[in-house]
Every structure is written in structure tokens, then in C-alpha cells.
């Protein structure tokens, strides 16, 4: 399954770099939040466990789900809201943020061809401006984008 393999790959070294490079930035930087509307770098990297368990959620039912496929959003500020990230010990979100990723290479690894070019269509409810129709192998790599994209406001 060529077509995926380079995401699965980015995936891979995100999870084997990450913890590491966390782990060096000192504990008050962690929890720093320039205003009270921003997210610190510890809810940030809380913001990727919701993401991965939501888009983990997508992934599995994506391939057996009535098609095509309709993507709802979740409620992003509330999710890292009620997860209190900022008092959560730094081991212990790294710990789940590493394993809910290694489960989603579990799951994409194991996607037949077919299944990846499965239609993905958006709710009227959905935040993005875009609402053409997509697939199953552009929202996993969407997936792996935006956890970049957070990555880079980290480090
Ligand atoms: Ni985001």
C-alpha cells in the first residue's frame, strides 16, 4: 500500500521524536498560556490526543459506516477545556498521546486500497471552507498535516 506509506512514515518519526523533545522544554513553559483564550504547549500537545482519539474514531468507522462517510466536528476548546491538559502529569500525556497514535498506525496500516478511496463528505456544520468532496487516504493525511502544523507551535 505505496500510496500511504509516507504518512505512515511521518507518523512513525513524530512518535519516536516527540516525547523526547517535549520532555526538554522546561515545566513552566509547558503550562504557559499567553492569555486565557490561547492553549499552553502542554494543551496543545492535550489538543493532538483529542485529535487522535477523534480522528481514530473516523478511521475505524470510515470502512464499514453507512457511504459516504460524513465528517462531523468536535467542539476543540471544550475538549481541551473539561481534559484540564495543564494539570495532567507530562509522562502520562506524552504516554497517552504516543499510544493513541501507535493505534491509529495499527488501524491505517491495515486499510485495504479500496477502503482508503472511500468518499468523505462534510456536514453543513463543518469548520472549513473547502466542502468538496474528499477521501479516506486525504483525511488521514489531513491528519498527520494538522498535527505538523500544531508540532511547529510547540518547538
Ligand atoms: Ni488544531
Redesign the pocket.
Known amino acids: 500500500m505505496n500510496v500511504i506509506n509516507n504518512t505512515i512514515n511521518r507518523l512513525n518519526s513524530f512518535i519516536n521524536e516527540v516525547p523526547e523533545r517535549f520532555n526538554q522544554i522546561p515545566a513552566d513553559e509547558l503550562v504557559f498560556k499567553k492569555s486565557p483564550g490561547k492553549w499552553s504547549k502542554k494543551e496543545?500537545l492535550g489538543?493532538?490526543c483529542d485529535?487522535a482519539i477523534n480522528n481514530l474514531s473516523r478511521f475505524v468507522r470510515a470502512q464499514f459506516e453507512e457511504q459516504p462517510f460524513e465528517l462531523t466536528p468536535y467542539a476543540?476548546d471544550d475538549w481541551v477545556r473539561v481534559n484540564h491538559y495543564n494539570e495532567m502529569n507530562t509522562v502520562e500525556l506524552l504516554n497517552y498521546w504516543v499510544i493513541v497514535n501507535k493505534q491509529i498506525v495499527q488501524i491505517i496500516t491495515n486499510i485495504p486500497e479500496e477502503k482508503l478511496a472511500g468518499t468523505i463528505v462534510f456536514g453543513d456544520d463543518a469548520f472549513r471552507e473547502d466542502k468538496s468532496e474528499k477521501n479516506l487516504l486525504w483525511l488521514i493525511e489531513d491528519y498527520v498535516v494538522?498535527m505538523e502544523?500544531?508540532l511547529k507551535q510547540v518547538f
Open positions: 496543545i489538543h493532538l485529535s476543540q494538522h502544523y500544531h
